[in-house]
């Protein structure tokens, strides 16, 4: 499975991007579908996630303002972002896994990665 992660750039804090990852080369309906991210210095950490049937779970920092969504006709998962804070820096990235779930955050687990976009929130 391909993925390929594009949306990110430079906002201010309490605005919003929308990032999106397109799948290629699986069955996209067998996967459940994820963004973590990684700040300089710091460990990979999930984000979100979201299962065939759109079952969905988040960071909690990240419930309310993030929304994780996917559109299986298309192979292409979103993350809303909205009322961005500067800690929301990072390098975001989209991830696939097969056997297992919204509740893996454990990012060693994942099977396939995205190449990472950018996230810059200015104060």
């Known amino acids: 499975v391909q993925l390929q992660a594009f949306g990110g750039g430079l906002v201010q804090a309490g605005g919003s991007l929308r990032l999106s990852c397109a799948a290629s080369?699986?069955?996209?309906?067998?996967?459940?579908m994820g963004w973590f991210r990684q700040a300089p210095g710091k460990e990979r950490e999930f984000v979100a996630a979201?299962?065939?049937?759109?079952?969905?779970t988040y960071l909690e920092s990240a419930k309310g303002r993030f929304t994780i969504s996917r559109d299986n006709a298309r192979e292409m998962v979103y993350l809303q972002m909205n009322g961005l804070k500067p800690e929301d820096t990072a390098v975001y990235y989209c991830?696939?896994?097969?056997?297992?779930?919204?509740?893996?955050?454990?990012?060693?687990?994942?099977?396939?990665w995205g190449q990472g976009t950018l996230v810059t929130v200015s104060s």
């Open positions: 991830a696939a896994i097969k056997y297992g779930g919204v509740y893996d955050r454990e990012y060693l687990r994942w099977d396939y």
């Open positions: 080369g699986g069955t996209f309906t067998l996967y459940t």
């Open positions: 979201i299962a065939w049937n759109n079952g969905a």
